[in-house]
């Protein structure tokens, strides 16, 4: 049988898994497929005779993937050329097993979907490792680390250890006061700095301190159990902190450590673009969303905008999660391709006859175990909850959950390790702005759920006794243009498809999508507002005094609020579905002043008769009438006027004549003459 991803192989794992309703879920114009029960030992044939056949191949197994692997290279069978889907803990090992069919195939047709490569950093490595702690495993570590790496130990306490007969570890007292870096590239600052005494006898002493000294090393080991030399430390590529009581934590430390010398690279997991940030305008800050979530202090401010460190970002992708302009967008993989996923996904599902449909978004490492576990030890996922892998999920943001629901969805849960209880704030945000959205659209509430567990019993207790939501008739839809664009497309026919499509729905702060509410008695018409905007939703008019606003563009940034001199501006947080939302709306506008020497419009009026009312015949320089009517003359008619004026400040007497030769010889000038020589 032929996929998208070329012929497809189906086992079912020596029968221990029912696939009847899948081979009818799977039924294609070519018949459904055949169903193997041993293709990884006793049918291998079969699958050498596919890889013989040429071109691509998805294979229902991954436990044998290596094996496969093995033969298709063997065979000539390019590497991508050969997909993988785990059918088996996902859906056949479950007491549900025989109405899995549905979700086996949408699960088939989702690995038919490939994201574009992502981009790299590079990381270099010379082996210079700092071990840092206050005890004999801090000594031990070191010297055990020693023969493979440039090791350098630096004690914050020496009480108790023994000073080593020889001594192959250079050894120093100090205590690190400031940290920064990476893999490669980190640099320390240490206070009570001093190198050991060679005629340290029954316990070390050191020579003289002093503070302030700096170091730089590759790599980093941290013993102290103390508090970690940096946010976000389990992140820091580089920085190993192990528990020094937990003797196995330690060594796999010191296992991985001994490695880490030469080139590496890493994801460039944040393409980030400086032209959509919404910061800073002017000095004044508007939208700080990614340096508030970012658990690994990767993100910091850089004047207008922020400034990204793809070496000490760990790829959490909070900040795409809460990012309201697409600046920071995540790429591994984009937020596009796990929308073309999460719509394959969710079109064969319900071709194939699915109902009620639950998400279940997990992370391939925490996630996949509790699936693993439930599948191995108990009775596995529902058959209408469908897994759904993802880099991590707090990369997850409005613009994915209304997507979902769109694509008819029933409910979502987001399983998250309670290790990474610090990083959730951002997703426990955007649920939050959700559950609104859904609420104000006539859902039951509760469709999203951040399940925070790690006891896969419990995990599997809430998937099999939660509520079965029925989702909305599915309008799938490309994920075509920006963040905002595609967040836009899919609250669109989200309401399309809802029980109550409401033009409007209100929002708690924080929140992307609103108005901006204008005093109009107290908005002068200075337009400093139109300036600071990033998003261009305020808009002024060349031709006259006027301010104009575009719902739709509004990223509720704050900077029009904070830039404001008049404090004439507050937001409003909401969702407008109008058309009109996408269509500038006059805020305010007057008739303009026309300048009194030349009739050109320069100014609104009332500005101009303020100022005027304000300084005239009050001020030193428009004492009196002639100067006062400079206040209502355009920009250039007021330097016009005031060097025609008899009192021009920057006027002078006349300037004296030039002398020559000539003067002197035709005796027509003196020497005291005030001529210039």
Request: net charge negative; proline share 7%.
């Amino acid at each position: 049988m032929a996929t998208e991803n070329g012929r497809l192989l189906v086992c079912n794992c020596n029968q221990t898994m029912p696939l009847d309703s899948a081979t009818g879920a799977l039924a294609q114009g070519d018949g459904a497929p055949f169903i193997h029960s041993a293709l990884c030992r006793s049918q291998l044939g079969n699958f050498r005779d596919a890889v013989a056949a040429g071109g691509p191949l998805t294979v229902c197994c991954t436990q044998e993937a290596p094996l496969f692997g093995e033969i298709g290279q063997e065979g000539g069978l390019d590497e991508e050329a050969l997909t993988f889907v785990n059918i088996r803990e996902r859906a056949g090992w479950s007491e549900e097993a025989a109405k899995a069919g549905p979700k086996i195939a949408a699960l088939i047709a989702e690995a038919s979907v490939a994201g574009a490569p992502t981009t790299q950093v590079s990381l270099s490595s010379d082996g210079i490792c700092l071990v840092y702690g206050k005890d004999q495993s801090a000594l031990d570590a070191a010297r055990q680390l020693a023969a493979r790496l440039d090791v350098t130990l630096l004690l914050k306490e020496s009480a108790g250890i023994v000073p080593p007969a020889l001594m192959d570890v250079p050894v120093f007292h100090g205590r690190i006061t400031r940290s920064a870096g990476h893999l490669g590239a980190f640099e320390i600052s240490v206070d009570d700095y001093a190198p050991a005494n060679p005629a340290s006898r029954d316990a070390f002493s050191f020579d003289r301190p002093r503070n302030g000294a700096v170091s730089k090393c590759d790599l980093i080991l941290d013993l102290t159990g103390e508090t970690p030399l940096f946010t976000g430390h389990d992140k820091r590529d580089g920085y190993f902190r192990p528990d020094p009581g937990d003797p196995v934590a330690v060594q796999k430390a010191l296992f991985e450590l001994s490695d880490m010398v030469g080139e590496f690279a890493k994801p460039r997991y944040v393409d980030f673009k400086p032209d959509l940030c919404a910061h800073s305008r002017s000095r004044k800050t508007g939208c700080s969303r990614c340096i508030d979530v970012c658990p690994a202090g990767a993100i910091s401010s850089d004047g207008d905008v922020v400034a990204f460190d793809p070496y000490i970002c760990g790829g959490c992708g909070a900040c795409n999660s809460v990012c309201p302009t697409g600046a920071a967008h995540y790429a591994f993989p984009q937020t596009t391709t796990l929308i073309e996923r999460l719509s394959v996904l969710m079109q064969s599902y319900a071709d194939a006859g699915g109902r009620d449909a639950a998400l279940f978004v997990h992370d391939p490492a925490d996630g996949a175990a509790m699936i693993d576990m439930a599948a191995r030890f108990g009775r596995g996922l529902p058959a209408h909850v469908i897994p759904f892998a993802v880099t991590q999920v707090t990369q997850i943001g409005l613009d994915f959950l209304a997507a979902a629901f769109a694509f008819g969805v029933g409910r979502v849960v987001l399983h998250a390790h309670p290790r990474k209880q610090e990083e959730i704030g951002g997703l426990a945000g955007q649920i939050g702005l959700a559950e609104t959205v859904l609420t104000g659209l006539g859902f039951d509430s509760g469709r999203v759920e951040l399940l925070i567990e790690s006891d896969p019993d419990a995990v599997e207790s809430r998937l099999w006794s939660m509520e079965r939501s029925s989702g909305v008739s599915p309008r799938f839809f490309l994920p075509l243009g920006s963040k905002r664009e595609i967040m836009d497309t899919a609250l669109a026919q989200l309401r399309l498809a809802a029980p109550t499509p409401v033009d409007r729905i209100a929002l708690p702060p924080g929140a992307p999508y609103g108005a901006v509410i204008v005093d109009v008695e107290a908005c002068t018409l200075c337009l400093a507002c139109v300036s600071a905007c990033p998003a261009s939703a305020l808009l002024d008019n060349p031709e006259s005094p006027q301010l104009s606003f575009v719902e739709s563009s509004c990223v509720q940034c704050g900077l029009c609020r904070n830039t404001c001199p008049e404090s004439a501006i507050t937001l409003e947080p909401r969702i407008n579905f109008l058309t009109a939302a996408k269509s500038p709306v006059v805020m305010k506008e007057e008739e303009p002043f026309h300048c009194v020497r030349c009739n050109k419009p320069f100014a609104a009026k009332s500005t101009i008769d303020r100022i005027v009312k304000t300084l005239a015949e009050k001020h030193s320089m428009f004492a009196t009438p002639e100067a006062a009517q400079r206040l209502q003359m355009c920009e250039d008619c007021r330097v016009v006027d005031q060097f025609e004026a008899a009192d021009n400040p920057m006027g002078g007497g006349a300037r004296p004549m030039v002398r020559t030769t000539q003067d002197y010889t035709d005796g027509t000038v003196s020497d005291d003459d005030e001529s210039i020589h």
